[in-house]
């Protein structure tokens, strides 16, 4: 079965037709990022302008490269939720337009679970599973019970792990993203120079980024104050020592209390070298097996909607004509 999947929940224009779930046989995106990193940050009605503007020729060429047209096609899947509103509608329109005209089943993608499904794509991975999503907007213990169920076990209570790492780049000066910058930069630094806290939450798998954040810019202000050089590769490799090291202690506590030996990472934050290498020395130690997606599936792609859209098929989910975007979702509500 062939589906093609569509995302427009941020920055990336992609599509892609990928077939029975793990076969990627196509993969386009275009992107924004340089126009956003003017602004330190994605400007959305930018983003939006961007994506009705790339489209349909990026659907077209994720068609063309798989030798297909839309006869081809079994299922058009598209993200519907979370993300920017303005973006994800161009996704959602253009996507039910192209269902309507072509007859094609229209089936929506929470944005969080495709970036689960990346790790499908990438290799054998088969739930149930423990998944740290961490994205840009998102951080997320999530148990994976089978390719539609899902169990938030937890949560950040403020920032995102990524949202964290741009406005520490930022404040470091550091480009847009900052969560690149700052993992380009850190092998530089002393990941030791700087203790960043580790909250104490009464919740037991809970993220909190926020203190880290505000220690990182205090730390700036006073040392520009006094007129001090700041270390930069120094603080950048400290703050992502804090907040990976988080990340790893609360996945090893959910995985250990739960039982759970099959580990995977999903969203742009995978893609952190240190996280990669810290969670594959706690699975080696633990004797747990450890699934990653392949650099190119951590960051928005298509190949993503369009191996969960096939999940989300074989289980019966639809959109119905009325389908709208929603700018948030949880990862473990129903899709209709
Ligand atoms: O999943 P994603 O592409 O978009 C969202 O759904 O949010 O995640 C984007 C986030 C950004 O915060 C970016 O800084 C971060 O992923 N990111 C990284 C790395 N690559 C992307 N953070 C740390 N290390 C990286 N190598
Ligand atoms: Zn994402």
Same mark, same amino acid.
């Given at each position: 079965?062939?589906?093609?999947?569509?995302?427009? @929940?941020? +920055?990336?224009?992609?599509?892609?037709?990928?077939?029975?779930?793990?076969?990627?046989?196509?993969?386009?995106?275009?992107?924004?990022?340089?126009?956003?990193?003017?602004?330190?940050?994605?400007?959305?009605?930018?983003?939006?302008?961007?994506?009705?503007?790339?489209?349909?020729?990026?659907?077209?060429?994720?068609?063309? +490269?798989?030798?297909? +047209?839309?006869?081809?096609? !079994?299922?058009?899947?598209?993200?519907?939720?979370?993300?920017?509103?303005?973006?994800?509608?161009?996704?959602?329109?253009?996507?039910?337009?192209? @269902?309507?005209?072509?007859?094609?089943?229209?089936?929506?993608?929470?944005?969080?679970? @495709?970036?689960?499904?990346?790790?499908?794509?990438?290799? !054998?991975?088969?739930?149930?599973?423990?998944?740290?999503?961490?994205?840009?907007?998102?951080?997320?213990?999530? *148990?994976?019970?089978?390719?539609?169920?899902?169990?938030?076990?937890?949560?950040?209570? !403020?920032?995102?792990?990524?949202?964290? &790492? !741009?406005?520490?780049?930022?404040?470091?000066?550091?480009?847009?993203?900052?969560?690149?910058?700052?993992?380009?930069? *850190?092998?530089?630094?002393?990941?030791?120079?700087?203790?960043?806290?580790?909250?104490?939450?009464?919740?037991?798998? /809970?993220?909190?980024?926020?203190?880290?954040?505000?220690?990182?810019?205090?730390?700036?202000?006073?040392?520009?104050?006094?007129?001090?050089?700041?270390?930069?590769? /120094?603080?950048?490799?400290?703050?992502?020592?804090?907040?990976?090291?988080?990340?790893?202690?609360? &996945?090893?506590?959910?995985?250990?209390?739960?039982?759970?030996?099959?580990?995977?990472?999903?969203?742009?934050?995978?893609?952190?070298?240190?996280?990669?290498?810290?969670?594959?020395?706690?699975?080696?130690?633990?004797?747990?097996?450890?699934? &990653?997606?392949?650099?190119?599936?951590?960051? /928005?792609?298509?190949?993503?909607?369009?191996?969960?859209?096939?999940?989300?098929?074989? @289980?019966?989910?639809?959109?119905?004509? /009325?389908?709208?975007?929603?700018?948030?979702?949880?990862?473990?509500?129903?899709?209709?």
């Amino acid at each position: 079965m062939r589906i093609l999947g569509i995302e427009s @929940s941020c +920055d990336e224009t992609a599509a892609t037709v990928v077939q029975d779930g793990r076969q990627v046989l196509s993969n386009v995106i275009a992107t924004s990022l340089e126009e956003h990193k003017l602004y330190g940050g994605v400007v959305p009605e930018i983003a939006s302008r961007r994506h009705a503007e790339s489209i349909s020729g990026v659907v077209r060429q994720a068609l063309a +490269d798989a030798n297909c +047209d839309m006869s081809g096609i !079994d299922a058009i899947a598209v993200t519907y939720a979370p993300g920017l509103i303005g973006a994800l509608l161009v996704g959602v329109n253009f996507a039910k337009g192209l @269902s309507m005209a072509t007859n094609t089943p229209l089936v929506p993608v929470h944005h969080l679970r @495709s970036h689960v499904a990346a790790n499908y794509i990438t290799g !054998d991975l088969q739930p149930p599973f423990l998944c740290l999503v961490v994205s840009g907007g998102h951080s997320h213990i999530v *148990a994976v019970e089978d390719y539609t169920t899902y169990k938030v076990l937890g949560k950040t209570r !403020d920032d995102a792990a990524g949202e964290a &790492l !741009d406005k520490a780049g930022r404040t470091l000066g550091l480009p847009y993203p900052g969560g690149i910058s700052i993992d380009k930069i *850190a092998p530089t630094g002393d990941e030791n120079a700087f203790a960043f806290p580790h909250p104490r939450l009464d919740t037991p798998y /809970d993220f909190s980024f926020s203190g880290l954040k505000t220690a990182v810019i205090n730390i700036v202000h006073r040392m520009e104050q006094k007129g001090e050089t700041l270390p930069v590769a /120094d603080l950048a490799a400290s703050f992502q020592k804090g907040v990976t090291d988080c990340l790893v202690e609360k &996945l090893e506590k959910a995985a250990t209390d739960y039982g759970y030996t099959s580990i995977a990472l999903a969203g742009g934050v995978s893609a952190n070298s240190r996280l990669r290498r810290e969670t594959d020395r706690l699975c080696r130690q633990k004797g747990w097996q450890l699934h &990653l997606p392949a650099l190119k599936y951590c960051g /928005d792609n298509g190949a993503m909607v369009g191996a969960q859209g096939y999940y989300e098929y074989v @289980s019966g989910v639809r959109a119905q004509p /009325d389908l709208n975007a929603y700018a948030t979702m949880p990862i473990d509500r129903p899709t209709f």
